[in-house]
């Protein structure tokens, strides 16, 4: 079974640039998640998805942020224009249910 | 929300010492996952534990839910298991998002 994968592995930007990152999650998993870990600080939640719907958008900081899930399949994340502080790590698991969370190798972002 | 403390926030060990590394938790969870980030940055999952004791090779991990506690054994270590260790938790009362503890910074030296 593939697990939870993420395109690019690893981005380097200048800011102001947009960045798009990719998720796919592992097949027939409904929930999808995204996290970061930036500037060595713990890792945070970002949202979450339920098939193609947001459940939880709360842990977003601000509107330069938009995920879609399309069709409940795989999940993007732009960051639009992008900042010195957007730096660090974003990650995606997804899982069936309420039960374990698949993480993926997650993404590297750069910003310059 | 949730708050996670984990302990000790660094550890310094020699190759082939044991240690143990806490994580409490101050609600009840349905789900607790142990991690280990390494060097390239990449979360390796160790253990989804939510409740009660697993072994995986020379790791095991045991939960205490109605204590509102984990712990994760690492013995004979090496220097491979340099890194950072973090436990995440998702509350009863809540979506299933996880909470992240701020992680413990593990160094084993040669």
């Known amino acids: 079974e593939a697990g939870v994968t993420q395109f690019p592995s690893h981005s380097v930007i200048e800011k102001g640039q947009t960045v798009t990152l990719r998720c796919d999650p592992i097949?027939?998993?409904?929930?999808l998640y995204w996290y970061r870990r930036v500037m060595g600080k713990e890792i945070k939640f970002l949202l979450h998805?339920?098939?193609?719907?947001?459940?939880?958008e709360s842990g977003m900081p601000n509107n330069r942020f938009l995920a879609e899930r399309t069709g409940g399949t795989y999940s993007t994340l732009k960051v639009q224009p992008a900042e010195l502080e957007d730096s660090g790590v974003y990650f995606c698991?997804?899982?069936?249910?309420?039960?374990?969370?698949?993480f993926g190798p997650g993404t590297r972002l750069t910003v310059t | 929300g949730i708050q996670v403390e984990q302990s000790p926030p660094d550890l310094i060990l020699q190759e082939g010492a044991n240690s143990t590394l806490r994580c409490n938790f101050s609600?009840?969870?349905?789900?607790l996952q142990w991690f280990h980030q390494n060097p390239w940055g990449q979360l390796i999952n160790l253990f989804y534990?939510?409740?009660g004791t697993k072994q995986n090779g020379r790791l095991s991990a045991t939960t205490v839910a109605t204590e509102r506690y984990s712990l994760l054994y690492i013995s004979s270590s090496q220097t491979t298991d340099s890194g950072v260790y973090f436990c995440?938790?998702?509350?009863?009362?809540?979506?299933?998002?996880?909470?992240f503890g701020k992680g413990t910074m593990l160094l084993v030296s040669p």
């Open positions: 698991a997804s899982s069936q249910g309420l039960a374990r969370q698949y």
């Open positions: 097949s027939g998993h409904d929930n």
């Open positions: 998805f339920v098939k193609e719907s947001k459940q939880d």
């Open positions: 609600d009840s969870v349905n789900n």
């Open positions: 534990i939510p409740s």
């Open positions: 995440a938790v998702a509350a009863n009362s809540g979506y299933s998002t996880l909470t």
